[in-house]
């Protein structure tokens, strides 16, 4: 598995991204510092995923940055991507690693510390631990946990943590005190009229947050 650097981890929404397009905002975030795409399409089919995604990877190709894509196993196979993320109620994380083999990145989500602590490190790389705040981007999210909710399961998760749910600049140093290795953002970036300087501002605070 390549190196993975969590700290600022974009979850594209289709919705949000809707005047930029979901490529031009992931190439201006990164621009700004975004150290890992996620293709998050609810909506899609695995053609428009695999359509999308090939997008995202030339347009993120060079830049360092890791592409991920939720879900669809097909779809992150066939885009080459570097990763895919699962949830609790998809494929399981072991069939998972096997159809993607091992060389690609698998993330995980969970939300409960009885979830983080059954995370097995030979299969998944990171877990995304939250919501630490309820957000609008995911309703049917389980309770928030606020940042001693997410130090809990982060304190018992055996791979590198990546904090989401509700997230902004300002909750850096939270998020990093708490112990997850970054922070996963959508609005914050996707809703924003300019997503470069929106990743700078981030990718500046963890900067700081951890000198």
Known sequence: MRNLDLSLYLVLDPGLCATLGMVETARAAVAGGATVVQLRDKHADTA?????????????????????????????????????????????????RQLIGPDMILGLSAETAALAAAIDPAAVD???????????????????????????????????????????????????????????????ICGTPDPQLAAREIAENMIKART
């Open 48 to 96: 428009r995923m695999i359509e999308t995604g090939r997008a995202l990877k030339v347009a993120l190709s060079g830049t360092g940055a890791v592409l991920i894509v939720n879900d669809d196993v097909e779809a992150a196979i066939a885009i080459g991507a570097d990763g895919l993320h699962i949830g609790q109620d998809d494929i399981d994380a072991i069939t998972a």
């Open 126 to 188: 990171y877990a995304g631990l939250g919501p630490v705040f309820a957000t609008a981007t995911k309703p049917d999210h389980k309770p928030a946990l606020g940042f001693e909710g997410l130090s809990r399961l982060v304190k018992v998760c055996p791979v590198p943590v990546v904090a989401i749910g509700g997230l902004k600049s300002a909750h850096v140093g939270d998020v990093l005190a708490a112990g997850a290795d970054g922070l996963a953002v959508v609005s914050a």
